[in-house]
């Protein structure tokens, strides 16, 4: 009689039994916090015989910034989840090289990461500007920030993006929601990382902005105020020779 009792309990639970093992064997969909960290590309000699939509490559210093760059966050980040790039050579190969401390992960090269020029408060900059390249600009970003500043799905993502200064600038006034036309009331170095947190329920955070911590004070450039750079060996000053008496 137990017995019979047992085994027709056992058969009364076998449904729910195997829904909680399904239920954990299944991925959740809840909402999850998004870690965003945008990286500016490298150094770079600007070179007008080249495709615009390219750029040209990284400089000496450029290469050695973006190394410094990807051994910070090879040290920092914990997980990485999605890589992007802007398609332009310098961002390219900013990339490459902090890349190489993430071996065998592939960057997703992103059209709508490429530089450009949104629209700003600065009359001067816009004077340059033809209003339908500001304005097609400012969309390809609006589709960026609607793209991956959302929350993530499950469990915290962390997302990495080696772009461009006015890139990350906009996205950050976007981020903070604030006027976007201000974004060149701030500066970002070359290499520097802003990092953005999506909450679960979709707030920001904004972490921090164009932080070079990572690289030594004599190899900064990109930011306002920083001196122009290279690798290139100084002169060796020397004292003049003086002569020897009674010679």
């Not at 050695?64 to 090879?74: E, P, S, V």
């Not at 604030?178 to 520097?192: F, I, K, N, P, R």
Request: one cysteine or more; charged letters at 20%; a neutral charge.
């Amino acid at each position: 009689m137990i017995r019979s009792l047992r085994f027709a309990l056992s058969l009364a639970l076998l449904p729910f039994v195997s829904a909680v093992a399904a239920a954990a064997d299944t991925p959740s969909s809840a909402p999850a916090a998004r870690e965003i960290v945008l990286v500016r590309h490298g150094n770079y000699t600007p070179d007008t015989s080249v495709d615009e939509k390219i750029g040209p490559p990284l400089s000496p210093i450029g290469v050695a910034q973006a190394r410094l760059a990807g051994a910070r966050l090879h040290g920092e980040l914990s997980r990485l989840d999605g890589l992007h790039v802007s398609p332009m050579q310098r961002a390219r190969d900013t990339a490459a090289a902090i890349g190489a401390e993430f071996p065998g992960r592939a960057f997703e090269v992103v059209d709508d990461l490429a530089e450009c020029t949104p629209p700003t408060r600065r009359a001067e900059v816009m004077a340059k500007e033809k209003p339908e390249d500001a304005a097609a600009c400012k969309a390809r970003l609006d589709r960026v920030f609607a793209t991956y500043f959302r929350p993530a799905q499950g469990a915290t993502h962390t997302d990495l993006f080696v772009c461009h200064g006015n890139v990350i600038r906009y996205l950050v006034t976007r981020a903070l929601g604030v006027d976007t036309a201000a974004w060149l009331e701030m500066s970002v170095g070359h290499a520097s990382l802003t990092r953005i947190r999506v909450e679960a329920d979709g707030r920001f955070k904004v972490i921090a902005v164009g932080d070079v911590g990572h690289i030594p004070a004599n190899l900064r450039t990109g930011a306002s105020g920083d001196a122009d750079r290279s690798l290139a060996a100084p002169p060796l000053e020397t004292a003049p020779k003086s002569g020897v008496a009674g010679a």
